[in-house]
Every structure is written in structure tokens, then in C-alpha cells.
């Protein structure tokens, strides 16, 4: 994570079966994208939510051959928020006020279901390098 500014949202677009078109993971305050280079959001594209919600972030380091530990941080980021929104989705979690996954909205159209979630810092974080460094 670039900076100490780390609220972030995931707006995520399911089709009217459940499968994933799309979801964008960025910061709440500059939009700016976290993750991304990961490759995880092609992977996903296309799959069920049933099949996302139990993905092992282990088997994905491996599977997207993520070797330095700023792209699996990003990746735990992307994964951890994506799962959270989708089973808050199921009705598998439910979250509490501490809880860092809170879903905003759940709009249902004819032909999509689009999810907003605001994601709060994790409990740890790694080292920060300012965004004017990078």
C-alpha cells in the first residue's frame, strides 16, 4: 500500500446468474486502483460466486506465480475484500460494526447484480512508501 490513506471499496457486477463480469478494488478517497497487477481479476472473471467464495489464497500465489511480497499483500487485499462482499452476498457472513467489510449497497437489475463494499484498514499493515516516492 503506497500510503497511509488505506479505506477502500470493491464495486463488484455479477450477471442474473451469479458469475462474475467484473469488479474494480481502489481507494475510497483517489479511486486509485489497489492490486491489479496481481492478474486476479482475470482469473476470476466469468466464474460463479460459489466458485470465488472458496478460493484458498495460498493456491492462488501459486497459480498467478506471485513471487515478491508487495503482489501477494496486494493480492490478500483484492481476495480477502472480493470474498467478504460475495458471502456477505450469500448470507454466509455477517458482518458486525467492528468488522473491516462493510457492504453499502445491493442493486438488483433486470440482467445484473451490482455490490458496493467499503473495506477499513487491516489490522497490520506493511511498510508505507509515500505515493510522491513511487
Known amino acids: 500500500m503506497p500510503c497511509k490513506d488505506t479505506t477502500s471499496q470493491i464495486n463488484i457486477l455479477l450477471d442474473n446468474k451469479d458469475h462474475l463480469l467484473d469488479f474494480e478494488y481502489s481507494k475510497m ?3 486509485k486502483e489497489i492490486g491489479g497487477g496481481t492478474g486476479f481479476r482475470d482469473f476470476c472473471l466469468g466464474k460463479p460466486v460459489d466458485t470465488l467464495s472458496e478460493l484458498e489464497f495460498d ?3 501459486v497459480q498467478l506465480n506471485l513471487l515478491d511480497t508487495e503482489n501477494q499483500f496486494l493480492l490478500f487485499l483484492e481476495w480477502s475484500a472480493l ?3 460475495l458471502d456477505q452476498y450469500q448470507g454466509k457472513l455477517i458482518p458486525d460494526e467492528q ?3 462493510q457492504i453499502a449497497t445491493i442493486a438488483y437489475e433486470s ?4 455490490i458496493k463494499q467499503m ?3 487491516p489490522s497490520e499493515m506493511p511498510k508505507l512508501i509515500p505515493c510522491r516516492k513511487r
Open 111 to 114: 440482467d445484473q447484480v451490482e
Open 29 to 31: 478517497t483517489c479511486s
Open 99 to 101: 468488522d473491516r467489510y
Open 59 to 61: 493456491d492462488l500465489v
Open 119 to 121: 473495506v477499513l484498514a
Open 83 to 85: 470474498g467478504a462482499a
